[in-house]
């Protein structure tokens, strides 16, 4: 997301030949995309279990190889162990790498290829404990 400046716009001959032409043809914002049907799900909600989450998204714009996803779980799970581990179950070719700063777990895409816009997306994630 951000502003994207530098935009010309010129209209040619089929030869080539400049007819008409405007060097500065403005800026515009480029917004994120909002992602549709995204659930997180458990395999045990009991208190204090180490349950599998199940997340599940459909990409707006897509998912470019060497993109993130963050998943903010909120208070009370314990993330504190350090380590998680994700599984590509759908909508994703290639490999992730798992990291946690606080409440968020990032799942950073290291191989593959890009993900097309409106693509479901479904990745497992064990570690996690439940509050």
């Given at each position: 997301s951000g502003t994207a400046s530098g935009f010309a716009l010129e209209v040619t001959t089929a030869g080539d030949t400049c007819i008409e032409?405007?060097?500065?043809?403005?800026?515009t914002l480029i917004t994120p995309g909002n992602l549709t049907v995204a659930s997180l799900s458990l395999s045990d909600a009991r208190v204090g279990?180490?349950?599998?989450?199940?997340?599940?998204?459909?990409a707006t714009n897509g998912i470019p190889v060497n993109g993130?996803?963050?998943?903010?779980?909120?208070?009370?799970?314990d993330l504190s162990g350090g380590s998680a581990s994700a599984t590509i179950v759908s909508g994703l070719v290639?490999?992730?790498?798992?990291?946690?700063?606080?409440?968020?777990?990032?799942?950073?895409?290291?191989?593959?290829?890009?993900?097309?816009?409106?693509?479901?997306v479904e990745v497992t994630v064990t570690g996690p404990v439940n509050p």
């Open positions: 032409q405007d060097q500065t043809a403005g800026d279990a180490h349950a599998v989450s199940t997340v599940r998204f459909t993130k996803m963050l998943i903010v779980y909120p208070s009370g799970f290639g490999a992730v790498s798992e990291s946690i700063s606080g409440q968020t777990l990032t799942l950073t895409r290291t191989s593959g290829t890009a993900v097309a816009a409106g693509t479901t």
